[in-house]
């Protein structure tokens, strides 16, 4: 069994006592459809179609081999996929036989794979020979405890098709890890210097799914175009390519959401529903304004869900506006806690706040800086606790002291405040991250890449306003008495280190010293608002 931290019991008891844990495994909702509606398709993949029962055969062919070669409960798996139909397969596979597997993004480098390597030690490693990690097989000695690695366009004995593809039958003791074990790790966006897993059971997640379905109004006749990175805690279960197989519908998937790439996908597969982050819902309506033939091309969309980073609300009302659907505004975290706005809210609701949480059992707590709530309409951290939000990250003892609160509340970091009896609007943010059109960067991880360049003495990176992409970053550099680089050396080291690219700053700025705190610490605030200055001066000098 895997470690983690779990509920209290009498948490859990509560839990199961409303129904919101079924102890029933992840695969539930996807199994029920392959039972009920084997011929419906479940997956558009280019020009593949997949049927619940032809999904269900593949993610059983490999499932059956996997188990012949050993693997099954407490094992993982580091898995790493472009936006394909086998994303899924896989992670079904590998439910089925309880390996738990942590879903990279396509765009984390060697960085960011060693890191989740060195924290699971993945028995199973899944990645696509597409990806400059895996051209050789180098990368294989930093797993220790390996045992197999397979590859999507490997061509040899290690092509993860030829798994998928060879008929085999799943043993009849192979089943899923308990429902209130380890299903899976999510991706913390995380503020610190390592990125940080979240280990998230049967009962929780599923339980997260169910409702976000409900609410959402996911059916069999969903078609739900899947853009945004595929293991996103978004993409994947608010309500996400899982709830459409929860609820017997398609998910027809995109490689990223370029209006060039999706609506031609929109039109010819009469897609009903999309989830965007804001900076993708802007390109889209770009697209319609430039021309008005593409609104027609996406005549069958229905709603679009909007999340993952703030979405100003002129934007918001443009929605149905110009895309001609509903908009729903979700407030989610990879941690847990996911809020929706509702189909009938009034449009003050819809369009000005992120909405409310899914379940009766979050609670919710506002809090100004001394730990008391604070009332409706005023700014406050937000902290919670429920039936879906972790308790605590996977081996971080440390880290997880500061992230809960003695009564097991997850201090998301987020600035919140509460409007329109209970919908919540976020305004900000007090952890240390750059949410770059929803891709969250943890500034201490970079700071201290940076500082691995010897002639860095200080490094600070911090978020400035940006149109497109809602925030990027900047690094604030103090370089060493006598040493010279420039914002092209800088990135060059940080590249050569291997992290993902949205991670790299988006400008560098090199300065004498840096503002501190009286404790002597980096004074992020005054360095955010030097940047906004500068910003503003740059803008009105142009
Ligand atoms: P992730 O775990 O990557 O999904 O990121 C979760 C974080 O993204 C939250 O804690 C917020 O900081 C931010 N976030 C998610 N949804 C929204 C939203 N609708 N508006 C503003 N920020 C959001």
Redesign the pocket.
């Known amino acids: 069994m895997i470690e983690f931290t779990r509920w209290p019991d009498q948490f859990a008891r509560h839990y199961r006592a409303a129904g919101h844990w079924i102890d029933a495994p992840l695969t539930r909702g996807f199994q029920a459809q392959v039972a009920a509606r084997p011929d419906a398709t479940a997956i558009i993949c280019g020009a593949r179609q997949l049927s619940y029962a032809e999904a269900d055969r593949l993610a059983t062919n490999l499932a059956a081999r996997l188990s012949a070669h050993g693997f099954g409960h407490g094992d993982t798996a580091l898995v790493q996929l472009p936006n394909l139909a086998e994303f899924y397969l896989i992670f079904l596979a590998l439910l089925k036989i309880g390996v738990a597997p942590v879903n990279a993004l396509f765009s984390h480098r060697l960085l960011e794979m060693s890191s989740y390597a060195s924290q699971i030690s993945p028995a199973l490693l899944i990645g696509a020979r597409g990806h400059e990690l895996f051209r050789d097989d180098a990368f294989l000695d930093r797993c220790e405890g390996l045992r197999l690695a397979l590859f999507l366009g490997d061509g040899g004995p290690q092509d993860l098709k030829d798994w998928l593809n060879t008929p085999a039958t799943l043993p009849a003791d192979a089943r899923p890890t308990p429902p209130d074990e380890v299903a899976f790790f999510q991706l913390?966006?995380g503020s610190t210097g390592t990125p940080k897993l979240i280990p998230r059971t049967h009962n929780d997640y599923d339980y997260s799914i169910r409702e976000s379905v409900r609410i959402c109004g996911f059916t069999e006749a969903t078609r739900y175009l899947s853009a945004l990175p595929a293991p996103?805690?978004?993409a994947m279960s608010s309500p996400g390519a899982l709830g459409v197989f929860d609820a017997g519908g398609t998910v027809v998937i995109a490689d990223n959401p370029d209006p060039t790439l999706c609506f031609p996908l929109i039109q010819q597969h009469r897609v009903t529903t999309v989830a965007l982050v804001p900076p993708a819902v802007a390109l889209w309506q770009s697209a319609v304004l430039a021309d008005p033939g593409a609104g027609a091309q996406i005549a069958s969309l229905d709603l679009m869900l909007v999340?993952?980073?703030?979405?100003a609300e002129a934007q918001a009302r443009r929605v149905p506006e110009l895309l001609g659907c509903r908009l729903q505004?979700?407030?989610?975290?990879?941690?847990g806690l996911v809020n929706y706005t509702r189909a009938g809210d009034s449009e003050a609701v819809t369009f000005t706040t992120?909405g409310r949480p899914i379940s009766p059992d979050d609670e919710i707590r506002i809090l100004d800086a001394s730990g008391a709530p604070v009332p409706d309409g005023t700014p406050g951290h937000l902290a919670v606790r429920g039936p879906y939000t972790f308790r605590g990250y996977y081996r971080a003892p440390a880290h997880n002291t500061t992230a809960f609160d003695a009564e097991g509340f997850y201090i998301?970091?987020?600035i919140v405040e509460r409007v329109h009896g209970g919908n919540l609007r976020?305004v900000g943010?007090v952890k240390d991250q750059i949410?770059r059109g929803g891709e969250?960067i943890a500034a201490e991880e970079i700071e201290n890449l940076l500082l691995r360049h010897p002639a860095v003495q200080q490094a600070a990176l911090v978020a400035v306003a940006d149109e497109t992409l809602g925030e990027k970053s900047n690094a604030i550099i103090v370089l060493r008495d006598g040493e010279a680089a420039t914002a092209m050396v800088l990135r060059r080291h940080l590249l050569a280190l291997g992290i993902a690219e949205y991670k790299l700053p988006d400008r560098f700025r090199f300065v004498a010293d840096l503002p501190l705190t009286a404790v002597g610490k980096i004074d992020k605030l005054r360095l955010r608002q030097a940047e906004f200055d500068l910003q503003q001066s740059r803008r009105m000098t142009l």
């Open positions: 913390s966006g996103h805690n978004f999340g993952g980073a703030n979405f505004q979700v407030f989610g975290m990879a941690e992120q998301t970091g987020d976020v943010r949410n969250k």
